[in-house]
């Protein structure tokens, strides 16, 4: 990984992710931002540090927000049920 490119099974094991989820990153073919991957014969490489880079500004972007400092808190609900709601039609002793 000199040249600044490296294998599927070393960017795999970069992200925690198997060689084979990998090659389905490249038959969806908008996974990997343009320039990042070249391939070579029947074998791909990747420019590791680049694709780093582009997953972390997407994360950061998809992130859910973090609720701000002063924003009003959530509901909390009850945890007991009421007791109209705790009786079932399928209580009944009725037969069938």
């Known amino acids: 990984m000199s040249s600044g490119y ?4 070393e960017l795999a094991s970069h992200f925690g ?5 990998v090659g389905g990153w490249i038959r969806r073919g908008n996974v990997f931002p343009m320039g990042t ?7 791909y490489r990747f420019k590791l540090k680049e694709i780093e880079q582009y997953f972390m500004e997407q994360a950061f972007i998809t ?7 002063g924003a009003p808190e959530q509901l909390e609900l009850p945890l007991e049920m009421p007791e109209e709601a705790a009786t079932s039609p399928f209580d009944a002793d009725e037969d069938v």
């Open 37 to 43: 991957v070249v391939k070579m014969g029947q074998t």
């Open 6 to 9: 490296c294998t599927r099974e």
């Open 17 to 21: 992710v198997s060689p084979h989820t």
């Open 63 to 69: 992130a859910p927000k973090v609720p701000e400092e």
